[in-house]
C-alpha cells in the first residue's frame, strides 16, 4: 500500500492526517469536499480512501456510492462525528470496509490500514474465481463434471421422456431436488407442472389432505373443497422428498396409485383418475426400513423402478471449484455483493473440510463470508466451517479405507446371509459393484 486519499473539509484533520501517514510512509492527497474527492478517486490509482461523512458539495455516503459504484475494489473507511449504529450500519451496507468515529484514533488507524494491506496480499495469493467461463449461473442446474456426476447425468438422460418412478438416495444437502427437476425440465414433460412435496414437514392427517385433496365437511375447518398435489400436478411430476417419513396409510393410498392411477379425496367417494410421473426422495436406508416392517415391501419396489445415488461432496472434491465459482456468482446475483478472490488458505480448508452437510452447507458458508467480507477479497475470518465435524470423530482406526470397506462389506454379506441382492441394496451400491468389489477384496463366500 502506497497512496492514500484523505477526503474531509476539516483542514485540521487533513493536515494531522497527512503528517501522520506521511511519516508512516505513505503518499497522501487531500480533497476538502465530497465532489473533488470523488473525482480524484476515480482519476488517480489509490490504495485506500478515508472519507468524512459530512461534506460539502456532496456527502460521504453519496460519495462513497460513487466511488464503488467507479472502483468496487478501491477500499474507503468512512470517517464521522456521528459514530453511532445507524451511521455504521450504513456505511457498511454501502460498501465501506470501515467505519471511525471522531476524534480519530490513530492507533486503530493504523490497525486497519495493516488489515488492508493483509487483505491485499492475500489478493495477489488468492485464487480469482470469477474471471473463467465457468463463472455462470442459471438456476435449477446441477453443478459437477466428476465420475460420479456423470453417471448420475446418464440416469437422468434416460429417464426423462418416460414416467417411470425413480427414487433418489443421499444424504442431506446432496442435491435431490435439483436432480428431480433436472429429471422434470429435461424431458418432454418440461411444460407441465412440477410439485414439490416435503413429506416430513406436515403431520400425517395434514399430509393426507395436501396429497390426495379433501372434500367440504371432510373434517373440522374444511369449509370447501381442496385439490391435492396428485390433481395439481396432472400430466408433470410430483416430488416427495424425505419418503421414508409417510404413515402407513399414506403408503397404502401411494401404492394404489402407482398402481391404478386411481385415489379419492379425504372424505369424497369419487375416483379420480390422473398421469403423472412420481419422484421420491430420502436420506434414509428404505431397505432396512421395509426390513424392520416400518415401510411397504410392495410400494417400495413400486418406488425404485429407477434408482438414483447421490454422492456426498466429500467423494467428489473435484468438483468444489466449479462449485465456488457457481455458488459465487449465484450470491452475487442474489445479494449485490461481489467476491471474486479466494485466498488460497480458504481453499485450502475447504478442500480438506469433510461436508457433512455436503453442498448445501458450501453454499450456505459462502454465502456468510461473502455477505461478512466488505471487498472483493473473501477474508479468512469470515468462513465458519464445523470444527466439532473433526473434533468429534470416532476413535481413530489405523486403517486404510481400502481396508475398513472390505470389513464393512464382509459385515453386511454375513448378516444378511450371503445374498449379495439384499447386501448391495443395504450398501446401497448396485449388485455389479458389489461383485467387482469382492473379487477386488478377494472376500470368500461360502460355498
Known amino acids: 500500500m502506497k497512496n492514500i486519499l484523505v477526503v474531509d473539509d476539516d483542514r485540521s484533520i487533513r493536515r494531522s492526517l497527512e503528517m501522520h501517514l506521511s511519516s508512516e510512509g505513505f503518499t497522501v492527497v487531500t480533497a476538502e469536499d465530497g465532489r473533488r474527492g470523488v473525482e480524484t478517486a476515480l482519476s488517480s490509482p489509490f490504495d485506500l480512501v478515508l472519507l468524512d461523512l459530512r461534506l460539502p458539495e456532496m456527502d460521504g455516503f453519496e460519495a462513497l456510492r460513487e466511488i464503488k459504484a467507479g472502483k468496487p475494489s478501491l477500499p474507503v473507511v468512512m470517517i464521522t462525528a456521528y459514530d453511532d449504529m445507524h451511521t455504521a450500519i450504513e456505511a457498511i451496507r454501502l460498501g465501506a470496509i470501515d467505519h471511525l468515529g471522531k476524534p480519530l484514533d490513530l492507533d486503530q488507524l493504523d490497525e486497519i490500514i495493516v488489515k488492508i494491506g493483509e487483505i491485499a ?168 426400513l421395509v426390513s424392520s416392517g416400518k415401510f411397504r415391501q410392495d410400494l417400495y419396489y413400486r418406488l425404485k423402478v429407477v434408482t438414483i445415488e447421490l454422492p456426498p461432496l466429500r467423494e467428489r472434491v473435484e468438483d468444489i471449484p466449479l462449485l465456488i465459482s457457481y455458488f459465487l456468482e449465484k450470491i452475487r446475483r442474489e445479494t449485490g455483493r461481489s467476491v471474486e478472490i479466494v485466498p488460497e488458505e480458504i481453499v485450502d480448508r475447504i478442500n480438506s473440510y469433510p461436508w457433512p452437510g455436503n453442498v448445501r452447507e458450501l453454499e450456505n458458508a459462502l454465502r456468510r463470508a461473502v455477505l461478512l467480507s466488505p471487498g472483493e477479497v473473501m477474508l479468512p475470518e469470515t468462513l465458519q466451517l464445523e470444527e466439532t465435524a473433526f473434533e468429534n470423530r470416532l476413535p481413530l482406526m489405523v486403517q486404510s479405507i481400502q481396508e475398513v470397506e472390505r470389513a464393512h462389506i464382509e459385515n453386511i454379506l454375513q448378516y444378511t446371509g450371503y445374498e449379495k441382492k439384499r447386501a448391495a441394496e443395504i450398501l446401497n451400491i448396485s449388485r455389479p459393484t458389489l461383485d467387482a468389489r469382492i473379487r477386488s477384496y478377494a472376500i470368500k463366500l461360502p460355498d
Do not use: W
Not at 123 to 145: A, L, M
Not at 241 to 252: F, G, N, R, Y
Open 121 to 288: 496480499a492475500l489478493s495477489e495469493k488468492g485464487v480469482s474465481f470469477c474471471d473463467t467461463p465457468e463463472c455462470t449461473f442459471q438456476p435449477n442446474v446441477i453443478v459437477g463434471r466428476s465420475k460420479s456426476m456423470k453417471a448420475v447425468y446418464k440416469i437422468i438422460g434416460a429417464v426423462a421422456d418416460n414416467r417411470a418412478s425413480v427414487l433418489l438416495y443421499g444424504a442431506s444437502g446432496t442435491g435431490k431436488e435439483l436432480v428431480a427437476r433436472a429429471i422434470h425440465f429435461n424431458g418432454r414433460y418440461r411444460n407441465l407442472p412440477f410439485v414439490p412435496v416435503v413429506c416430513s414437514s406436515l403431520a400425517p392427517n395434514v399430509l393426507e389432505s395436501e396429497l390426495f385433496g379433501h372434500e367440504k365437511g371432510a373434517f373440522t375447518g374444511a369449509s370447501q373443497r381442496k385439490l391435492g398435489k396428485f390433481e395439481i400436478a396432472q400430466g408433470g411430476t410430483l416430488f416427495l422428498d424425505e419418503i421414508s417419513e409417510i404413515s402407513s396409510d399414506i403408503q397404502l393410498k401411494l401404492l394404489r396409485f402407482l398402481q391404478e392411477k386411481k385415489f379419492e379425496r379425504v372424505g369424497g367417494n369419487e375416483t379420480i383418475e390422473t398421469d403423472l410421473r412420481v419422484v421420491t426422495a430420502t436420506n434414509k436406508d428404505l431397505a432396512a
